[in-house]
């Protein structure tokens, strides 16, 4: 991780990531684009239980939407239900118990999914950021496995059943946090050097982005986007980088702030006009490297990028 990315990314980040940051941009939206009657659309939303998956799965239920929670903990999940429910007076919110870690489960999640159910827009928000070295039961860097790899598989599993619908979508939370990363598609897992969670995670956002950017070259009948949420106070947050949450609370945004861009991005009609494949930030697409950062991948390195991941892929698929 380079000093120069990481010094102009936090000055760019407390101008633009904060809840002053929000504010100030909220200024240019156009409230209307989110009035909106989603009756007859269905939503999948990993990582649903809190935080800012939470916030976007309630703002999709209160517009009529049907939502398909992807959550991990039955109990936590069943009780966001209850709040969602209570909130939108919308019934039609289920809940589906996935650990985005696992291939396997992924997979034979999304095959028994689109069988069953019709999908207008997924949105992948689920994502860990574990800060030793830990493997899942399939030997699989947890980071790697959980946001790249769960993503990769939930996603490329379901455009099939999203080809089949009309004004189909596909919304990613990545993180402001990836432009201070250049893809490293040789060491995918972590395995070389001193490991260190939060690059981990920057890197896995970085091929997020990538993997979007490559999805809409190749899929051209959905629309598909990534975006940063900025920086909000989530339990995720909380738990992963304690140091910075206490340093920076008062100027974190709060969940609902940081799901703003996620649902514009799922409901507006707006959002649909915009190029596919952009990255966004406070509903405007932004530029995925910093200036004179150096973090570009070549087209090979992404091919190779792709490649693993199919190959990890084909591995686990039942």
């Not at 990769?152 to 455009?159: E, G």
């Amino acid at each position: 991780m380079s000093f120069y990315r990481n010094t102009v990314w936090l000055v760019k980040g407390l101008q633009e990531y904060t809840k002053s940051g929000y504010e100030a941009a909220a200024k240019h939206f156009v409230p209307a684009d989110l009035d909106v009657n989603l009756n007859g659309r269905s939503f999948m939303v990993t990582g649903a239980n809190s935080g800012i998956g939470k916030a976007a799965a309630q703002e999709i239920a209160k517009r009529g939407g049907t939502v398909h929670m992807v959550c991990r903990n039955k109990g936590r999940a069943e009780a966001a239900k209850g709040e969602i429910v209570e909130s939108s007076k919308n019934e039609n919110v289920h809940v589906h118990i996935v650990d985005m870690s696992s291939a396997r489960q992924v997979w034979e999640f999304a095959q028994s999914f689109s069988q069953n159910n019709t999908l207008h827009v997924l949105i992948n928000n689920a994502g860990c950021m574990v800060n030793q070295r830990e493997l899942t039961e399939e030997g699989l860097e947890k980071n790697f496995a959980t946001n790249t790899l769960g993503t990769y598989i939930l996603t490329t599993a379901l455009i099939p059943a999203l080809k089949k619908v009309e004004d189909p979508r596909v919304i990613t939370v990545s993180s402001g946090g990836m432009l201070t990363q250049k893809l490293d598609v040789d060491d995918l897992q972590f395995e070389k050097g001193t490991f260190d969670g939060t690059m981990a995670y920057a890197q896995n956002k970085r091929q997020q982005v990538i993997l979007t950017e490559r999805w809409a070259a190749q899929h051209k009948e959905i629309h598909f986007s990534s975006m940063h949420p900025g920086w909000a106070d989530t339990p995720a947050v909380q738990t992963s980088m304690p140091s910075f949450h206490a340093r920076m609370k008062s100027k974190l945004r709060t969940e609902a702030m940081g799901a703003d861009t996620v649902v514009w991005l799922a409901v507006s009609a707006a959002a649909a006009k915009q190029p596919s494949g952009l990255f966004f930030q406070d509903r405007k697409g932004v530029a995925t490297h910093l200036p004179l950062a150096a973090s570009r991948s070549t087209p090979q390195e992404e091919e190779k990028l792709l490649a693993a991941l199919e190959e990890f892929a084909q591995k686990f698929k039942p």
